[in-house]
C-alpha cells in the first residue's frame, strides 16, 4: 500500500492529538479523585442517634441550642434570611407538617415547641445530590460535612426534607463576637452550606456526648432526666433504655416526615 | 521576508511580556529580600517531621490530616521522623497553639514572599497572637 506525503502527515496528527486526549484525561480523572481509598477503617459500624422527649423540655430553656451555638461558632445575623441554624425550636406543625390534616391533633399540638436538627438519615437525600462529595455518610451512621470541598451549590439545603442546612450568605465572622467563642473549632466561610455534625468533634463514641445532651444533662441533674438522648440505635443496651422510657412514660416514637423515605434518625417521643 | 524588522521587534515584545512571571521579580527586586523565619520560643528543637520534608510538603500533610479527620474521626498522628511521637491532627492547636504562636512571622512571612494565599484562617482560628 502506498501512503502518500499528506496522508502520512494527516494520521501522524491524529495519532499523536489522540495520544495526548488519552494521556489529560487520565490525568484529569485521577486528579479528581482523591478520595478513592479513602476509607473511614478507624470507625465501628454503628448508628449514632438522638432521641428526643419534648414533655421533658421546660419552658423557655434554650440551654442546648446555647451550648451548641457556643461550641460550633455559630453566627447569629440580624437578617433572619441570612440565618444560620443547627438545632432550633420550632412548633407541632412546622415539624410535622404532615400530621396538620388531622383536625383533632392539630388543635392539640398547634403552639407545641420541638427541637429540630439535622436527623442524620440512614438514607440521606443530601449525599446523594451533593456534586463534590462534600457531605458524607460515615459508617458510624452520622451525615457529615467536609467544608473544604464544598462549593455552595445549594443541592443539599434543596434536597433536605427538614430544612436543616443552612447556606452562609455572609460572612460567618460578622456574626460572632471578636474573638470567636470556641477559637478551637473552626467558623465557616461565605459560600458554604453548614449544619448540625453531632459533634462529630467530640469523643461521641467514647465518653462525651454532644454539647445539647451534655447541656440539657447538666441541667436536669443526669443523663436519665436529659431531655435530650444519645447513642447508637442498633446497641441492644441504647435499646433497651429506650424502650424502657417509652414503658414507662407511655410514649410513642415519631419521626419527621417519614414519607420522605430518607430514613431520619433523630426520634420523638411523644 | 517581507518586513522583517517589523516581525523580530514583534517577537522580541511578545516574549518579553509572555516571559513577564519568569523576570518581573528580578528586575524589580522582589525577591531579592529572603524573609527571615522566626521560630518562637515555644516550638523547641522539632516539627511534626524534620525540617526538609516539613518546608516541601506541609500543606500535603495538613491536607492528609484534614481528610483523616473529618472523613475517618482518626486524630491522632504518628510521626515518620520521630517514632513514637504522637500528635493531635489540628492547625490550630497542635501547629499554631503548641509551637508557632507567631503565625505572623513564621508562616505569613513565606506565603507572602512566594505569593501564595492559603485560605486556612478563613475558618480556622489563630490562636497565640
Known amino acids: 500500500m502506498e501512503v502518500t506525503r499528506r496522508e502520512f502527515i494527516k494520521l501522524a496528527g491524529l495519532a499523536s492529538a489522540g495520544a495526548v486526549v488519552t494521556a489529560s484525561s487520565g490525568a484529569l480523572l485521577t486528579g479528581c479523585s482523591p478520595l478513592v481509598g479513602m476509607e473511614d477503617e478507624s470507625l465501628n459500624d454503628t448508628n449514632m442517634g438522638m432521641i428526643t422527649i419534648p414533655s421533658r423540655c421546660e419552658e423557655g430553656c434554650t440551654g442546648c441550642i446555647d451550648a451548641c451555638n457556643k461550641m460550633h461558632n455559630v453566627p447569629k445575623h440580624d437578617n433572619k434570611d441570612h440565618e444560620i441554624k443547627w438545632i432550633w425550636e420550632t412548633e407541632f406543625p412546622h415539624a410535622f407538617t404532615e400530621y396538620m390534616e388531622n383536625e383533632i391533633l392539630k388543635e392539640r399540638m398547634e403552639h407545641v415547641p420541638f427541637l429540630v436538627m439535622c436527623n442524620h438519615c440512614s438514607n440521606p437525600a443530601c449525599v446523594r445530590v451533593c456534586p463534590t462529595q462534600a457531605t458524607f455518610r460515615r459508617k458510624d451512621g452520622m451525615v457529615l460535612m467536609d467544608y473544604h470541598r464544598c462549593i455552595g451549590c445549594r443541592f443539599c439545603v434543596a434536597a433536605c426534607p427538614y430544612g436543616a442546612r443552612s447556606f452562609n450568605f455572609k460572612d460567618p465572622k460578622k456574626g460572632l463576637e471578636d474573638p470567636v467563642p470556641n477559637p478551637n473549632f473552626p467558623t465557616r466561610t461565605k459560600g458554604v452550606v453548614e449544619k448540625c455534625n453531632f459533634c462529630s468533634e467530640r469523643d461521641i463514641h467514647g465518653s462525651e456526648l454532644p454539647y445539647c445532651v451534655e447541656a440539657c444533662a447538666n441541667k436536669k441533674g443526669g443523663v436519665e432526666a436529659s431531655a435530650l438522648i444519645f447513642g447508637d440505635l442498633d446497641n441492644p443496651e441504647f435499646k433497651e433504655r429506650i424502650e424502657k422510657i417509652q414503658k414507662d412514660e407511655k410514649l410513642i416514637p415519631l419521626r419527621r416526615k417519614e414519607i420522605a423515605g430518607t430514613q431520619p434518625k433523630v426520634y420523638y417521643l411523644v | ?129
Not at chain 2, 10 to 37: H, K, R
Not at chain 2, 80 to 89: L, M, R, W
Request: proline content about 4%; glycine content about 6%.
Open chain 2, 1 to 129: 521576508m517581507y518586513d522583517t524588522s517589523k516581525i523580530v521587534i514583534g517577537i522580541i515584545v511578545f516574549l518579553a511580556v509572555f516571559t513577564i512571571p519568569f523576570w518581573y521579580s528580578q528586575v524589580s527586586g522582589d525577591a531579592d529580600e529572603m524573609p527571615e523565619i522566626v521560630i518562637a520560643p515555644e516550638a523547641g528543637d522539632q516539627c511534626v517531621e524534620d525540617v526538609d520534608y516539613m518546608r516541601a510538603k506541609h500543606m500535603d500533610l495538613l491536607n492528609t490530616w484534614r481528610n483523616d479527620v473529618v472523613r475517618g474521626a482518626d486524630r491522632e498522628y504518628e510521626s515518620d521522623a520521630y517514632p513514637g511521637v504522637i500528635y493531635d491532627k489540628s492547625l490550630t492547636d497542635t501547629c499554631l497553639g503548641q509551637c508557632h504562636t507567631n503565625k505572623s512571622e513564621f508562616c505569613d512571612q513565606c506565603h507572602t514572599y512566594v505569593n501564595v494565599e492559603p485560605g486556612c484562617w478563613e475558618c480556622h482560628n489563630i490562636v497565640g497572637e
